[in-house]
């Protein structure tokens, strides 16, 4: 193990002096000051069992923009040790050499790979912790999660002789297979989530663009632009009026790689109003539907 550390030191050395292999068009600059630490989490505790394969080799558009270290494999493989101080080096080396959280493609590799979590570009905060949200989990493009935010997956039966995991949860030594469900959660682009929020297992789809308030509970899907709160979580309004929403989710701004979207800097900080016909990236993006 000391010698992997020693390796792992090396190399960095060597690396940082290196370019790293860019799959956007993004600059380091674009992080300064914003990105924070990525720790482990419980990850020993929640992560699946080892060998499970990625969900995809290749870097696809969800994850267009990301940074990619010549280390990336090394460190992928080396996260598989569940050594902690070796995961915690592997995770620190990932975001100095892929320019932190919104860029960083090793951590989202190993998300998926050991936690069956998805992340993509541009999405920061509890998301990328390993072991904060369980498996099953897809996050969207540009996705801002708070901290202690909480998703839960599945429920422990209620119709049973006993609520105890015994009865459901293999891991814990009395089962062959685990009996209960653990249900997808799939969090749209463009999603905020507030500070201490719960997703629970009735919720199976967070709709894009759409905003969960502090503290809410949400009990049941959330549609795409609406706003909620509360517990259980309610509707308070939408974002936009139904016209605009249709053009935004045509438009699929979030493809682009925040380069080419911080291009229009005026316009994606001025309030979009009821005709936002205005902005480039719905003009621009608007497909053949445009307005007539
Ligand atoms: C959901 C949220 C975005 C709404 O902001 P807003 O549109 O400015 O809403 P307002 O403050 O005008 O409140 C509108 C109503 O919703 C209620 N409300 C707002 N946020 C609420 C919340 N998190 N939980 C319960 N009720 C909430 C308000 O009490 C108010 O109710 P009223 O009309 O009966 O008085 C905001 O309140 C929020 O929760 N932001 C999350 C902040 C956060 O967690 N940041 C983490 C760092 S990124």
Redesign the pocket.
């Known amino acids: 193990m000391a010698a992997v550390e020693r390796y792992l030191t090396g190399v960095l050395a060597v690396e940082s002096s290196e370019e790293t292999m860019s799959t956007g068009r993004l600059t380091s600059g674009d992080t300064e000051g914003l990105v924070g630490p990525v720790h482990d989490g419980n990850a020993s505790a929640e992560a699946p069992p080892h060998g499970v394969d990625e969900p995809r080799g290749q870097v696809t558009w969800h994850e267009k923009g990301l940074k990619q270290s010549r280390l990336s494999d090394l460190l992928v493989k080396a996260y598989g040790f569940q050594v902690h101080w070796l995961r915690q080096r592997c995770l620190k080396l990932a975001l100095r050499l892929e320019d932190g959280q919104f860029h960083s493609a090793t951590i989202r590799r190993i998300l998926a790979r050991y936690y069956r979590v998805r992340v993509g570009a541009y999405s920061y905060g509890d998301c990328l912790v390993p072991g904060a949200f369980p498996e099953n989990v897809s996050v969207g493009r540009y996705v ?1 999660v ?1 901290m202690g935010v909480r998703i839960i997956r599945r429920n422990h039966p209620t119709d049973c002789l006993s609520t105890h995991p015994f009865f459901f949860n293999s891991r814990l030594g009395y089962l062959k297979a685990d009996n209960l469900p653990v249900r997808h959660l799939e969090i749209g682009h463009d999603v ?1 989530i ?2 201490g929020a719960v997703v629970t297992p009735g919720c199976s789809r967070i709709g894009i663009g759409a ?1 969960i ?4 509970i949400v009990t049941r899907d959330v549609a795409d632009f609406a ?1 909620v ?2 517990n259980p979580a309610k509707a ?1 309004r939408y974002r936009f009026p139904e016209a605009v929403r249709g053009l935004i989710l045509k438009s699929r701004w979030w493809e682009l790689p925040a380069g080419e979207v911080a291009a229009f800097m005026a316009q994606m900080t001025r309030p979009l109003g009821d005709d936002p016909w205005w902005h480039p990236l719905l003009a621009k993006c608007g497909n053949a539907a445009g307005k007539n």
């Open positions: 801002s708070a905020w507030g500070t905003i308030g502090a503290g809410a706003i709160v509360g308070l």
